[in-house]
């Protein structure tokens, strides 16, 4: 028969750590620690494999009844107490344990094995004011989780009864109060339900397993696996436990601890403990815990007095517990413990949660201590975290007066005067002070103030809004889509709710988490410790993929390399062009009739063009810049506003109808498909021109500085081979010019962008005129899906509230679908052309999951913001070793 | 040494009719015709190779040279004459011939082997005046055609003889005219181009076949290759020949024939002829030529004396040469010929060019006569051509006034008083008039005017703007982007250049060609003849794809049956809805706030749209109607009107300001990448629900009234297999109650459109979901590309002007990229499901070219607009002969 029960007990147990699908994390941690000799109170895991039987069948699997009346009698044997019986009766828990940990799930039901009769006896025995206690405890419980009474209803009861008596608190009332209270439980009951509190102990542990099973399916627990991808195909396993007491008196206590300061890293014992206690009521906040250890007690400044003086050869005990299980686990551990008649068990073990300094410290330090090797402390790390460690951080310990969410669109903590238009925060920044800039939403005219702003809160749009997208490249704080905020320009005022805020008002936002907060907060800048550095350092001796940042400025490319960027794997050329030093230029060019008026314009711009691409080739001195050529549709450039309308006419000489007929000719249906990419300098091919000028002079003026430039020219948005061979052709021609008008010649690439379906499905041809892909997966995502960015906040929560969506798309690469692409791309581009290199440059390029699969299928490089380098080193290394793993 | 040079002469030719590609068209022909006995002057053909490695080194390859002048040699002995010589020179023609024919390309230049020496030789012995005559011809073709003298300045020099002499026509010009002419010639030539007439026979050989050579890559070549699809790597042969002439005076003559009529296809002889006269005078129409035969001259009411009479036993050896001909190529023969002293030679043949109609009779009667079988007999009826037959077609004799010309959107010929709005096209349509509406562009409300109208003209807009494609559906004669047009809504007129067409005024479009023409012009109704009949019959017989139509109404379902449609492939729901009954409740609908509002504002469409479904099933009785749930964004149905807002408001009792707000709130960046398709059934799932239960009442309603009904409901826009499984749940649910509440239930099968990559990439889970796929091509290209079909006119002209794009992806099935998806997403879907039925019913369904490459990847049918029908079930069967023959 197929064995469904695992016992453990007395030093020995059937299961161990490595069984966490079948024994649940809860189970197969108690069989580890009772086979390496922690004190554990014997019982036994009945596997998650049942559960799925009893989900599926309405009933258990053959033979499972029988194994538990084994186990039962094994666990009577190790405990010298017999369930059910007057005497010496044996009372246990029920806990469900999934192989990944579930809140959603049924909890703990305690004292099973109690029934009237049972606690008289027992009461007349022992300490009744306990036994009924307990007794009242076991009903309220099950009646809570097993019978669906709501656990208020219950509360009433005991309130009813403490306001009878005249008590405030629980430690008032009697051992009769409590026999009656359980009555009375007993009786609710039986109204709100119809049936018994069963008195039969069997029954109680069987009704107790069954809900456990029941759990795994109820709605919280879907619900939660919807949120967090956990597969619905685990099941639960279901612990059966002899019960210790904390709460028996003197000798009695218990409480929670991490072997090391979860929040700092620090090796210190850490915790909480109350004396005479269950478990529960460690959490539930009546007493106030006191600290774990000495050094726990110094630091945090408690009045309370230490466990470590309280209950020293305990404490000792613990300490030896401590170590054990680190030594064991090679991990920080969160444990449970209880201490009854001065015997110390151990209730449950896991890896314990910590904050992201906390991450990096262990993980370094247990490096230090032998425990672990360089590659496990890479991947204690999660990349996810190491944001945190890069911005601004609220202060946890101010007190905030929350107004609003939003979604967290770039992170770290900002603070400064409300203000509504980009032109006011450039006057005010200029003046000193330090504003915020809210807005509907923001568009490219908007850089300027962006960039003069502490941060950047919008009422509209997702997380890879133009707003959110600018945010994270510039590393400044933002929140975007807080739609309660209700903006009126006009009035220079913001309302949510009740709340209004004038422009030059303070508020704070924090962009890690979204909160738009009231007033000034104070904040903390998290040090980059020397930890995280050493951790960097071994991520990039062993991670294979390249990593380059996605910078415009010479200030964001020397922010990239203090990062650790290996070159730009994005210069986008269009934000150069919104100076307002650019944008008549600009302009004119694009209002020209003729391509000699163009010319004319585009001659203003190129000195310019080329000094932005000395800086940029200066900051990576030996690295690549991959430099793409003008992307977005010419109406982003043109003006809205009447004024500035006319003004533009004015300097061109032309009428503002001509403008205006202009800017309407531009307009477009789906602009997102329109006239933009490399369609705009085929079409204009002066503008090709003009930039590649730019990019070669500047490459070789600053080539002539001893510094050493690997100039790489990118052809945004192509879909078919001639595109990007016109463009190779025109660019060529550009390049060989200047190098004889210089005397000079440098070495360049041209390469393409790969943003569109059919350049991914025609890759091979495209490889024969490509020096370089790059995976601009953002755009490629918008049209394998057919989403627009723009759009897609209409449907895509809902989406992914019905689960049709697994997360969005453009945060994570759907490897499914756009996976494909990419994958099918890089193989035909690197047969055709196997000197070819291949990279992304879209949100992707920052997103640890994406990462890790770009690894997989064997890019080259991942390009990001600045801000997400070193998490996109961190993941390229774990990648690596999960590789090794697998 | 490589054979550069094919001899062909007395009864045998070195080359055959395979040889088209060395040969050209011309060579092989003449070639052909030698070996078969046909009188052909003797001469020689210069291979197209040649051409192209002239074309690449700018010199002859080796051996060449030598090669033609052994064939110069073989060809004086064939004719007993010599080169440069003075007493018996041979005079030759030099002509280009490509293997596919190139008017852009060189043509001819007659008589070289004279020069000035020569001439006067000539002169003294035979006939002064023919050859002086025939030496300035020489002259003055050399210096046109290899020299780029302008033609006009040789004709002025004729013109100032002509006058100083005081005659009209050549024919009073004398010898010494001609001989004055020449030498004037001569000195022309020199002051333009600085270099002497070569008077050596030899260098005028070679010149003009260098010229022929250079021709292959000229302006006009390239431009000719570039609209007709030809690749330019083909080189063009040259072809030397003995000269012949007609113009020697008595016995002489010279004609163009078809072997039978190619505008009717009549079986008769059917050409003109001139006597006396070169083949260039029969074209440059100086004397009117007169009709080949007896029964040509009887239909066509000629006064001129039929070649027959004129020169009977000529003839008779014509018509020996003509059944000889077709009954070697079996195919309707175009030749020249030209008669020397009552010798009859023939220059060239060629298959002939002929109309729709003659193509279907020519090819019923060859299977009649046993020239061909019935595969031969579809494969020689262009399916493009198909398109004329079924269609009013202007009457070719009457005379236009063309005032404009704009893209040929859907064929046919339609004459009607113009009006300018949607509103007014019905109401007049209703007093009995023929309206003809012209607008800017066309919008979903505008479909009613637009079914009431004879035809549509919009200014603006492509091949597959919403007008051409819903005028393709309808069958109505339509013309886009007529740009010269530029219409005043205001002041009910359009303009285009000086001419002015008021509101009420009659124009005529010929929606084949893109002619807008002034008045009303007569058109004829073409007959669908029983030759037709038998040719589609046959075509029925051999192929394997499926032809279904899209059809929206029970008239177009019961055209598209007329027209042979085995089902519809679309109906589009969404047309249902704009109707002035419908509309009201499809806005209530909208702009409801909660799923009960909303439902009850669906009830009211449900019975319309069951009256719909029912109408559908009963016209494809015993065939599959596939029906799409609504597909397009919601804020198309809303309206912009400020009145119709009002009035909305008002009906539906909330404020104007809400309305405005709604709409504004649906307004999308990219609506075709936004909230459409199967979003809004999943995010409205009443309006699925409404749909579905419409579709399956009706097909109850009607299987009850012995109908047999095949209903297929189809979920649009579909990306993720989620997508397709929470909608078909939702059908089926419906479904299941209407055969419930019905008590009868009919089979039904649930599928998806592929229109997005992602749907094609992933196609192996959907299809574990779906019964069948139909791809829609035209938005599958829109986002494989990244191209917006309402946006893609401002550069695909370009793209395609500079070789970019080889052709219009939403006319032809761009197999490169989007055909890629179309394939991978077959092969992973039927893989997965064997039961899979794939078909398109995108515009490339109606697309010859595009039909070949579904059939060949295996897709189980196409569907296109009614009156496509035929076009595809002939292109269907094509496509077998073609792969049988491969």
Redesign the interface.
Known sequence: MEKMVYFFGEGKAEGNITMKKTLGGKGAGLAEMTNIGVPVPPGFTITSQCCLYYEKHKKYPKGLEEQIDENLKKLENAMGQKFASFDAPLLVSVRSGAAISMPGMMDTILNLGLNEEIANNLASNTNPRFVYDSFRRLIQMYGDVVMGVEHEDFEEIIQHTKDKKGVKEDAGLTADDWKEIAGKFKKLIKEKTGKDFPENPKDQLLGAVNAVFSSWDNKRAKEYRRINNIPGDLGTAVNVQAMVFGNRGEGCSTGVAFTRNPATGENIFYGEYLLDAQGEDVVAGIRTPGPISHKQKEESGSDLDAFEDVMPETYSELEDVRKKLEGHFKEMEDLEFTVEDNKLWILQTRTGKRTAMAAVKIAVDMVGEGLIDNKEAIMRVSPDQVDQLLHPMIDPRAELNVIAKGLPASPGAASGKVVFTADEAVEKAKAGEKVLLVRHVTSPEDIGGMHAAEGILTSRGGMTSHAAVVARGMGAPCIVGAEDISIDYKAKRFTVGDVTVKEGEPITIDGTTGRVILGDVPTIEPEISGDFQKIMEWADEIRRLGVRANADTPHDAKQARDFGAEGIGLARTEHMFFGEDRIPAMREMILSETPEERKKALDKILPMQRGDFEGLFKAMDGYPVIIRLLDPPLHEFLPEDKKTIEELANNMGISAEKVEAKIASLE????????R?C?LG??IPEITEMQARAIIEAAVNVANKNVKVIPKIMIP?A??K??VA?QRELIEKVAEKVFKEKGKPVDYQIGTMI????AA??AD?IAEVADFFSYGTN?LT???????R??VG??TP??IE????PNDPFQTL?Q???G??VEMGLKKGKKANPDLEVGICGEHGGDPASIEFCHKIGLDYVSCSPFRVPVARLAAAQAVLKEKNN
């Open positions: 477009e249906a789906n602009p997102m498909l329109g006239l990419g369609r085929i079409l948005l879909g078919r001639e595109e016109s943003e569109l379906p059919r499905l025609t041809k755009d918008q049209t394998t899906f057919g989403f627009s723009d759009d209409k449907y809902d989406y019905k689960g049709i969506l759907d499914e679908g756009v494909q692409l």
